[in-house]
């Protein structure tokens, strides 16, 4: 059964669906009552060992691993007693509910932070141990995460490098399924006061380029009454580019289609830029879309040091921010003297 919570002017609902294997479902996040997204996933994982060999599928269970839910207070491994499947995909509680598979935590405001809802679960996928986070914050910002954990994938030559390729759906409704759009940020270096967002009109791949500082956001093309555009935006944070072979970009921009889960991907990204396109120069702007979002991380391991065990988990996230989505600043975000704006 999903779940919801309301804290920090979100409200939010989740979901683990059985016998998908795409771990854990986001769904209807509004801010202040409007609508955000309307669904977010990290369905699965490409991960290409140097050399592309071997290659896995981790997650789903169309050709991959499926993310099986463990109970939170399982312990950081592979097999064994540590590791317990979760009873259901409620959420935690040590007493009323000790076999529920998704942690909501409900972050009251430090001096720092806003307050914030987080939402994790743990997910075992063979010898690795993935962990689905979302962080979402009263300033109308939100970070979506993962977190590695679990034991290294040894051979009888011992452990390689590899890469991880985490893919998101991301399935944004601002203030309604109508009338969205996606722009590309450039900053043309040396260029000052030529800052621009350019329409992406039609469905396709892109990629980051680090010099001139691309991001993108999602607009209601609707402007307010001063004009501007309600819009989220969304900044890669990989700490490398695409190898061309198993992952081939940064960012997929498709119409809306409610069976393009992921599940049609194999062992290469390239369903999403060949199957999942619809007719030749189909339209999105305007529409109702979904962008497929990679973040990717190469993993050197230290299997002759701190991962002799096991990985101790380590988190990776991109950021979304609202741009124009309000008025105005949110204010008593933090609780200073004098208060904070």
Not at 129 to 135: A, F, K, P, S
């Amino acid at each position: 059964m999903p779940g919801t919570v309301s804290f920090a002017d979100w409200s939010i609902s989740w979901a683990i669906p059985t016998a998908w294997g795409g771990g854990l479902v986001i769904s209807q996040a509004r801010f202040r009552g409007d609508l955000v997204l309307y669904k977010g996933t990290q369905p699965f994982v490409l991960v290409p060992y140097h050399g592309n060999s071997p290659m896995f599928k981790d997650g789903l269970n169309h050709l991959g691993a499926p993310f099986n839910p463990v109970l939170p207070t399982s312990a950081n491994a592979s097999v064994g007693p540590g590791t317990p499947p979760a009873g259901n995909d409620n959420q935690w509680h040590p007493i009323f509910n000790p076999l529920g598979a998704v942690v909501v935590e409900n972050e009251p405001a430090t001096l720092l932070e806003p307050a914030m809802i987080v939402i994790w679960t743990k997910l075992q996928c063979v010898n690795y141990q993935y962990v689905h986070r979302w962080e979402f914050r009263a300033d109308g910002s939100f970070e979506a995460g993962v977190g590695l954990g679990g034991r290294l994938w040894t051979t009888a030559t011992g452990v390689s490098n590899h890469v991880h390729n985490f893919y998101f759906r991301l399935d944004f409704d601002i203030a309604g399924s109508a009338n969205n759009a996606v722009q590309q940020f450039e900053h043309p270096n040396n260029s000052p006061g030529t800052d621009g967002w350019t329409t992406l009109t039609t469905e396709g791949k892109h990629a980051v380029h680090r010099d001139t500082a691309t991001k993108w956001r999602i607009i209601n093309k609707t402007p307010k009454p001063n004009g501007m555009l309600r819009s989220y935006e969304l900044t890669p944070s990989s700490d490398m580019g695409p190898d061309g072979v198993s992952s081939s970009g940064d960012l997929w921009l498709l119409r809306y289609d409610g069976s393009q889960d992921g599940a049609a991907v194999g062992h290469t990204d390239a369903v999403l830029d060949t199957a999942y396109l619809h007719p030749p120069g189909t339209v999105v702007d305007g529409a109702d879309v979904v962008v497929w979002h990679c973040l990717r991380h190469h993993h050197q391991t230290r299997q002759v040091g701190e991962e002799t065990i096991t990985l101790p988990y380590e988190f990776l996230s991109f950021h979304v921010e609202p741009r124009d989505f309000l008025n105005g600043t949110p204010t008593g975000l933090y609780p200073t003297k004098p208060p904070s704006p």
